[in-house]
């Protein structure tokens, strides 16, 4: 897309920590700097960890929050599917972003995020699309100011090249101040250190109960990870596609299945 084109398009906002979450105002000031023409459909309640999935046995209730702001009772798929498919119908949207997540989308986690499946879906519509996560520290303020000091300006270069129509983009910035940025890295998504873990709580009434957490380890030393990137001070750039398929293990087992 050329600057020209994207100083026109019709960007469509939406994210997964929800129609409150102030990483949306910070993706919402990044749109605001690319184009006038600025559409935020979020959901009404904090989707983290909802991945791709598609509300189908529940209606989807729609609340108008402002001008061109919708409130969706559903997930951030729900959300681009609503504003594609039916609030801007008319003229659909030329750029779907999705974040400013609050915490990385890197590595393994990509596919429980629902802030990466507002790109994915908007891929899947055929508009490029592009998430944006924010790294933090537990017990520290967040540094928004990183994301919207950076966020135009990755967009507009990355926009520039191009991708394919089944490719969309993840972005993260990582958790330093915005002058401390070392720079941008275009990084492969990298394995994740940590491991899960199920930690169990005892409630009021004696009942045990249940929260996934997680388990600490160290990064692979892969400088085209994108973990690498980020925990080393660089906003890291991430093209991903949807296609899971493994090409090598495909052959190979064609091959063995041909065979017999
Ligand atoms: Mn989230």
């Known amino acids: 897309m050329t600057p020209e084109k994207l100083a026109k398009a019709r960007i469509l906002v939406t994210n997964d920590d929800g129609i409150h979450a102030p990483g949306l105002e910070a993706l919402i000031e990044i749109a605001n700097q690319l184009s006038n023409d600025v559409w935020v459909v979020a959901p009404e309640f904090n989707q983290s960890g909802a991945g791709h999935s598609l509300s189908i046995t529940r209606p989807i209730r729609a609340r108008d929050v402002g001008p061109n702001k919708v409130a969706i009772e559903g997930t951030p798929t729900d959300c681009v599917l609503y504003a594609v498919k039916h609030l801007m119908k008319?003229?659909?949207p030329d750029l779907v972003l999705s974040g400013v997540n609050r915490g990385t989308n890197m590595a393994d986690d990509v596919t429980y995020s629902g802030t990466i499946a507002g790109a994915m879906e908007g891929c899947l519509l055929g508009l490029p699309s592009i998430a944006f996560s924010q790294a933090f520290t537990h017990d520290h303020p967040i540094k928004w100011a990183t994301a919207t000091a950076f966020g135009a300006d990755v967009t507009r270069k990355a926009l520039a090249a191009g991708w394919p129509h089944n490719v969309f983009v993840n972005v993260n910035f990582p958790d330093v101040v915005a002058s401390s940025v070392k720079g941008v890295r275009v990084t492969r998504q990298g394995v994740r250190a940590f491991g899960s873990s199920i930690v169990e709580r005892i409630d009021p009434r004696g009942g045990a109960y249940y929260w996934n957490s997680y388990t600490p380890g160290d990064h692979e030393p892969d400088d085209e990870a994108d973990v690498v990137a980020i925990r080393s001070g660089y906003v890291s750039v991430t093209p991903l596609h949807l296609d899971l398929t493994h090409e090598a293990?495909?052959?190979?087992?064609?091959?063995?299945?041909?065979?017999t």
């Open 249 to 259: 293990t495909r052959r190979k087992l064609a091959a063995e299945f041909e065979a």
């Open 90 to 92: 008319a003229r659909k």
